[in-house]
């Protein structure tokens, strides 16, 4: 798997909001996700930082899942949401990796 990892700025007051949309995450969303190699997502929130962490069976996974129709109508859901730069365009860059541990602990 290949780890990615991004983030996404919310708009003011609008955490609440975007974690109850999330917690009713659309079948057919997690279906394509699924099908488009996005082995797990998870997201962490700093408010108003959301840092999402992602495992992928391909570098091109993501650009796949942006391209679809399922997800353009779940990105509508959320245009109140998230803040956006002065050219209207969500910013959510790709992190790079610099450091990863895996140790043989267990619970």
């Known amino acids: ?7 996404i700025q919310l708009a003011p007051g ?10 009713a ?5 997690v279906e394509e996700f699924r099908k488009q190699g996005i082995a797990q997502l998870t997201a962490f929130v700093a408010d108003p930082v959301v840092y999402y962490y992602a495992e992928v069976v391909d570098e091109g996974a993501f650009e796949r899942l942006f391209q679809t129709a399922v997800h353009d109508r779940w990105a509508e859901e959320f245009t109140d949401l998230i803040a956006f730069d002065e050219d209207g ?16 602990a267990q619970t």
């Open 89 to 104: 365009q969500v910013s959510a860059p790709f992190m790079t990796e610099i450091f990863h541990l895996e140790t043989a």
């Open 14 to 23: 609008a955490l609440a909001e975007y974690t109850r949309k999330h917690d």
């Open 1 to 7: 798997m290949i780890r990615r990892a991004y983030t």
């Open 25 to 29: 995450i659309w079948p057919e969303l």
